[in-house]
T-cell receptor, first 124, second 114 residues
């Protein structure tokens, strides 16, 4: 049974750095093809993919946010961490982590299982 | 980045009637391996998204067979043959063909009961 759970602060101040942790079970990030993505959703708005880390520790970022994002993993703890610098009120959103699988050729990311999400509010 | 455009953005439907959601991509989603990496997700109120359909037309386990996906190239459709109350929510299409650089989602279509 695949599960993911996001954790982190509910409130951050503008200009601060956000650190979120995704703790998962039911799969291993050392398995070929396995990845974890971060996706966010501002209140009442659409989903936005942020970052992905794969089993080989390759990292991929949203074109528009890549200068602010860092993704990392701790395979032994089954955790993936996302940091986002210089937070702004427009970054207020529910942040999700999700299991993502890619083919043996390293393409075709397929998001299948999602965490429950964690709401992060950016306000002074 | 590839842009995904859904229509309509709001879809009022009578219970028991069919519903159809369109998703168009700014570039063909056919990858060189012959696959088309287009998924559909359902997000019920207050819940996380749930995958319904992967690679255009493959229904996930546990998804009712009233849901079906079709399309090719740049035009895709999610159909619900007979809408039930539990289908209320927002539906998103997502492409993975043009990754990297990005996985992109449509704006979402809100289905409500008329």
């Amino acid at each position: 049974q695949v599960t993911l759970r996001e954790s982190g602060p509910a409130l951050v101040k503008p200009t601060q750095t956000l650190t979120l942790t995704c703790t998962f079970s039911g799969f291993s990030l050392s398995t070929s093809g396995m990845c974890v993505s971060w996706i966010r959703q501002p209140p009442g708005k659409a989903l936005e993919w942020l970052a992905l880390i794969d089993w080989d520790d390759d990292k991929y970022y949203s074109t528009s946010l890549k200068t602010r994002l860092t993704i990392s993993k701790d395979t032994s703890k089954n955790q993936v961490v996302l940091t986002m610098t210089n937070m702004d009120p427009v970054d207020t959103a529910t942040y999700y982590c999700a299991r993502t699988r890619i083919t043996i050729f390293g393409v075709g990311p397929d998001i299948d299982y999602w965490g429950q999400g964690t709401l992060v509010t950016v306000s002074s | 980045d590839v842009v995904m455009t859904q229509s309509p953005l709001s879809l009022p439907v009578t219970l028991g009637q069919p519903a159809s959601i369109s998703c168009r991509s700014s570039q063909s989603l056919v990858y060189s391996d012959g696959n088309t990496y287009l998924n559909w997700f359902q997000q019920r109120p207050g819940q996380s998204p749930r995958r319904l359909i992967y690679k255009v037309s493959n229904r996930d386990s546990g998804v009712p067979d009233r849901f079906s996906g079709s399309g090719s190239g740049t035009d895709f459709t999610l159909k619900i043959s007979r809408v039930e109350a539990e289908d209320v929510g927002v539906y998103y299409c997502m492409q993975g063909t043009h990754w990297p650089p990005s996985i992109t989602f449509g704006q979402g279509t809100r289905l409500e009961i008329k």
